[in-house]
């Protein structure tokens, strides 16, 4: 869970991570294999003396997210897993590419889209070609689930706090437990804390006594947790994919 000012350069790394952990790219009908490729996505070791919260160990992540936290414990029943995407993209021609290929075995695949694009020997600095498509078949995949134990990061972050920080829905990012960010104390400006997703559609807190969040925000530790709700702009129930169930912008139990 990213706060938008991260999100678009931890999409990104979400991507790599997917492709090259878990699968493998295919654009044009060649077959990248895929490795640390993007700034800012490091497996550096973290250096600080807590890296992870009590009751998770810090474990070798991919190549494009580094190490990760991973809970000592198993996802309880109440969780559900909030799966990632990644897509696979077909060759840029005129007037419309090749079809990409079909999504890695098990994965969902989300449909195609065609979009403009820039072939290898195109002016780079010239504006995107509306002569050339290629197609672009988007997956899902639950590939991270097993590897976090259900756990999602919900980042405090410098933006102002809101109810939407727990989304029910997928939002195609995969969980960034990242060593040496997690909220120590309520002074902390930008830090995550480990949450799941329930079959309710709620946000609750992995380990209490870590740490969780109040309605407004605010860091607290140990005493009954609030489970945080789920929200659904305009009322749209695909927003709670457990319940199918919204009133007033809010997944419904």
Same mark, same amino acid.
């Given at each position: 869970?990213?706060?938008?000012?991260?999100?678009?350069?931890?999409?990104?790394?979400? &991507?790599?991570?997917?492709?090259?952990?878990? #699968?493998?790219?295919? @654009?044009?009908? @060649?077959?990248?294999?895929?490795?640390?490729?993007?700034?800012?996505?490091?497996?550096?070791?973290?250096?600080? @003396?807590?890296?992870?919260?009590?009751?998770?160990?810090? %474990?070798?992540?991919?190549?494009?997210?580094?190490?990760?936290?991973?809970?000592?414990?198993?996802?309880?029943?109440?969780?559900?897993?909030?799966?990632?995407?990644?897509?696979?993209?077909?060759?840029?021609?005129?007037?419309?590419?090749?079809?990409?290929?079909?999504?890695?075995?098990?994965?969902?695949?989300?449909?195609?889209?065609? !979009?403009?694009? &820039?072939?290898?020997?195109?002016?780079?600095?010239?504006?995107? !070609?509306? !002569?050339? %498509?290629? #197609?672009?078949?988007?997956?899902?995949?639950?590939?991270?689930?097993?590897?976090?134990?259900?756990?999602?990061?919900?980042?405090?972050?410098? @933006?102002?706090?809101?109810?939407?920080?727990?989304?029910?829905?997928?939002?195609?990012? &995969?969980?960034?437990?990242?060593?040496?960010?997690?909220?120590?104390?309520?002074?902390?400006?930008?830090?995550?804390?480990?949450?799941?997703?329930?079959?309710?559609?709620?946000?609750?807190?992995?380990?209490?006594?870590?740490?969780?969040?109040?309605?407004?925000?605010?860091?607290?530790?140990?005493?009954?947790?609030?489970?945080?709700?789920?929200?659904?702009?305009?009322?749209?129930?695909?927003?709670?994919?457990?319940?199918?169930?919204?009133?007033?912008?809010?997944?419904?139990?």
């Amino acid at each position: 869970q990213l706060d938008p000012y991260r999100a678009a350069s931890a999409r990104a790394c979400s &991507m790599v991570a997917l492709l090259s952990a878990a #699968r493998h790219a295919v @654009v044009g009908g @060649v077959l990248l294999f895929l490795a640390k490729s993007l700034a800012g996505c490091g497996s550096d070791a973290p250096s600080c @003396v807590d890296p992870c919260p009590p009751g998770f160990t810090l %474990k070798p992540g991919d190549s494009a997210l580094g190490p990760q936290c991973v809970s000592n414990a198993a996802a309880p029943a109440s969780s559900v897993c909030r799966g990632s995407s990644y897509a696979v993209i077909g060759t840029c021609k005129s007037p419309v590419g090749s079809e990409p290929v079909k999504c890695a075995a098990g994965d969902t695949d989300n449909g195609v889209d065609e !979009h403009c694009c &820039m072939g290898p020997f195109d002016n780079k600095w010239a504006a995107c !070609h509306s !002569h050339k %498509k290629s #197609r672009g078949r988007r997956c899902g995949t639950t590939s991270s689930c097993a590897y976090s134990k259900n756990v999602i990061d919900i980042w405090h972050g410098y @933006v102002p706090w809101s109810t939407s920080k727990c989304q029910a829905k997928s939002t195609g990012s &995969m969980p960034n437990l990242q060593p040496c960010k997690w909220c120590r104390n309520a002074a902390d400006p930008d830090c995550w804390l480990p949450y799941y997703v329930t079959i309710d559609d709620t946000c609750i807190p992995a380990a209490p006594s870590v740490g969780w969040y109040s309605e407004n925000g605010t860091i607290k530790v140990g005493g009954e947790p609030i489970p945080l709700k789920s929200t659904c702009p305009n009322n749209d129930k695909t927003f709670c994919p457990s319940t199918n169930l919204c009133a007033d912008g809010e997944c419904a139990r």
